[in-house]
Antibody, heavy 119, light 107 residues
């Protein structure tokens, strides 16, 4: 069964760093892009970026370029989303997701990681 | 990048047909995808390539494209269809874009 399992909820303070993870299983990790989507409380979905695990080629939405870093560790079939200095406005649910093969749309989603940034 | 515009809300009675439009320049050149999200849950793809259904999605969910608008249709709406629905496409710079979402209410 294809699965994306995300790391648990985080509570951090402004200025702190954070890395959340997305563990993929049930398919060949290096054959599919993997992306991240933000959903702020009570708001819609926002595409943050996507990465090709084969060579770590990462593409970012202009809205998130320079604000986060997307990476992968092929040895453990895991993708990461990282912040170096969190802001209160980073409080949101973050989903990792895998595109349907051959298409630019996500057919497999992780359950989400809730990140809360509060003084 | 471009924007995809959806109505904030659509309301229908059980058994009726719900139509949720998604408008934008990009939908004329790229495939559009649709997702359903229920409260507290991750999104689920309910349509790809404008009108194709993933396995497990009922036939009463369909889609069509006309000009700058792609529309998802849910026939014979049931209470279980109540959710937020998002369209998504990709712009010419390979930036993925979501519509603002439509809350479907079953009266």
């Amino acid at each position: 069964e294809v699965q994306l399992v995300q790391s648990g909820a985080e509570v951090k303070k402004p200025g702190e760093s954070l890395r959340i993870s997305c563990k993929a299983s049930g398919y060949t990790f290096t054959n599919y892009w993997i992306g991240w989507v933000r959903q702020m409380p009570g708001k819609g979905l926002e595409w943050m970026g996507i990465i090709w695990p084969g060579d770590s080629d990462a593409r970012y939405s202009p809205s998130f370029q320079g604000q986060v870093a997307i990476s992968v560790d092929k040895s453990i079939t895991t993708a990461h989303l990282q912040w170096t200095s969190l802001k209160a406005s980073d409080t949101a649910m973050y989903y990792c997701a895998r595109p349907k093969l051959g298409y630019n749309g996500f057919d497999i989603w992780g359950p989400g990681t809730l990140v809360t940034v509060s003084p | 990048s471009y924007e995809l515009t959806q109505p904030p809300s659509v309301s229908v009675s059980p058994g009726q047909t719900a139509r949720i439009p998604c408008s934008g320049d990009g939908v004329t050149n790229q495939f559009t995808f649709w997702y359903r999200q229920k409260p507290g849950q991750a999104p689920v793809m309910v349509m790809y390539k404008n009108s194709e259904r993933p396995s497990g999605i009922p036939e009463r969910i369909s889609g069509y494209s006309s000009g700058r608008t792609v529309t998802m249709t849910i026939s014979g709406v049931q209470a279980e269809d109540e959710a937020d629905y998002y369209c998504q496409a990709v712009d010419s710079n390979n930036i993925w874009v979501f519509g603002g979402g439509t809350k479907l209410t079953v009266l």
